[in-house]
T-cell receptor, first 110, second 117 residues
Framework: DAKTTQPPSMDCAEGRAANLPCNHS???????VYWYRQIHSQGPQYIIH???NNETNEMASLIITEDRKSSTLILPHATLRDTAVYYC???????????FGKGTMLLVSP | GAVVSQHPSRVICKSGTSVKIECRSL??????MFWYRQFPKKSLMLMAT?????????EQGVEKDKFLINHASLTLSTLTVTSAHPEDSSFYIC?????????????FGPGTRLTVL
């Protein structure tokens, strides 16, 4: 079973920030938080990952709470092309396997 | 970023036939590749882990004699669905890991849609 809990769906208006939450209350000290997304009928795409500090790249920002029991993926200016299923995954670095949960279906509307 | 391709992108076959799906890492050598299966409106399920030059490691419940995996080179892994049946219809996705990547990142292919009639 996946070790994360995400809302099944979220809506966001185009141009607004999309904030996708993830609960991982049983995360271990050596586990990272990874985010992937899957656009319909495509393979998953890596977005970002972090351990305990907030991270930002060209796609998104990742905010991890101090107790590391939850995190939020932020798409600062959502576009229609960001409509996808977003997966939050916790994983030990050095361990290859990814376990996908059900994810959050983000629908960005005009 | 690293590029992984799959071929074919979609295939339709008759029940009882075998289908081969190719997964290639285009700009890096992948010592480890992974095969996933995704049923409609479901999440990805790992089927097997494939290491170059050795036998694949299958997840529990995945029939190794039905889903033959060959990873004969550092840039190519193949999944053969033998004696396919309608219940094997699914979206098959591969991913590849780039050696030396400190975070063991996986790069995914675009997927292959298999429909068995």
């Amino acid at each position: 079973d996946a070790k994360t809990t995400q809302p099944p769906s979220m809506d966001c208006a185009e141009g607004r920030a999309a904030n996708l939450p993830c609960n991982h209350s049983t995360i271990s000290g050596n586990e990272y938080v990874y985010w992937y997304r899957q656009i319909h009928s495509q393979g998953p795409q890596y977005i970002i990952h972090g351990l305990k500090n907030n991270e930002t790249n060209e796609m998104a920002s990742l905010i991890i709470t101090e107790d590391r029991k939850s995190s939020t993926l932020i798409l600062p200016h959502a576009t229609l092309r960001d409509t996808a299923v977003y997966y939050c995954i916790v994983r030990v670095v050095g361990y290859s396997t990814l376990t996908f949960g059900k994810g959050t279906m983000l629908l960005v509307s005009p | 970023g690293a590029v992984v391709s799959q071929h074919p992108s979609r295939v339709i076959c008759k029940s009882g036939t075998s289908v081969k799906i190719e997964c290639r890492s285009l700009d890096f050598q992948a010592t480890t590749m992974f095969w996933y299966r995704q049923f409609p409106k479901k999440s990805l399920m790992l089927m097997a882990t494939s290491n170059e030059g050795s036998k694949a490691t299958y997840e529990q419940g995945v029939e190794k004699d039905k889903f033959l995996i060959n990873h004969a080179s550092l840039t190519l892994s193949t999944l053969t669905v033998t004696s396919a049946h309608p219940e094997d219809s699914s979206f098959y996705i591969c991913s590849a890991r780039r050696p030396g990547d400190s975070y063991n990142e996986q790069f995914f292919g675009p997927g292959t849609r298999l429909t068995v009639l």
